[in-house]
């Protein structure tokens, strides 16, 4: 299973100190051998273009888990089928779960309540942003919604691909079967 938890501790408290902006650590991830890592302290950020390339660079999985940050119902069933419940109690704790902070805080997870408090601030940030009169909506993440489609179709025909082979490959077999009777 993936997870946040694969990442070394230095790279998790860079990842931290991007969500809440610091530039300087941006690079060193973009830089480094994680730039996935910066790319999802943007997507956290509402950038389309992040969400797009971690969909394009086989990084859905964190994608999706942003998702999950801001409370998309659907994201956040993903990431409790599909990734560790530890990733789960992030995306919960980002949006003040109290047993998610508990849970986090019981197994002495410290870079994760970090990195939940910072998504935190930041979507408690854009909410009220957000909410503004000025502010004009145009629709939400419609690029970073159209690659998550061409993502799920093409999971799907990786796990179709082999059965329709397989098919193909046994209706050859049996034809040549039946011209050798």
Not at 106 to 116: K, Q, T, V
């Amino acid at each position: 299973m993936k997870g946040l938890e694969q990442y070394d501790v230095k790279h998790l408290l860079a990842l931290v100190k991007c969500v809440e902006g610091r530039t300087d650590f941006f690079r060193v991830l973009v830089d480094g051998p994680h730039p996935e890592l910066a790319a999802f302290s943007n997507a956290i950020r509402g950038d389309d273009d992040a969400m797009v390339w971690l969909f394009k660079n086989n990084f859905a999985w964190l994608a999706i888990l942003s998702n999950a940050c801001d409370g998309d119902e659907k994201a956040i069933a993903w990431v409790q089928r599909n990734l560790t419940k530890l990733n789960m109690m992030y995306a919960l704790a980002a949006r003040r779960n109290i047993p998610a902070v508990k849970w986090l805080l019981s197994h002495r997870l410290e870079i994760f309540l970090m990195l939940a408090r910072e998504t935190e601030k930041f979507l408690d940030y854009q909410d009220k942003e957000y909410t503004w009169p000025y502010v004009m909506h145009f629709g939400g993440h419609v690029r970073a919604a159209e690659e998550l489609t061409e993502w799920k179709n093409a999971t799907e025909r990786e796990r179709t691909e082999p059965q329709k082979k397989q098919q193909e490959h046994d209706k050859e077999r049996q034809q040549q079967d039946a011209a050798e009777c």
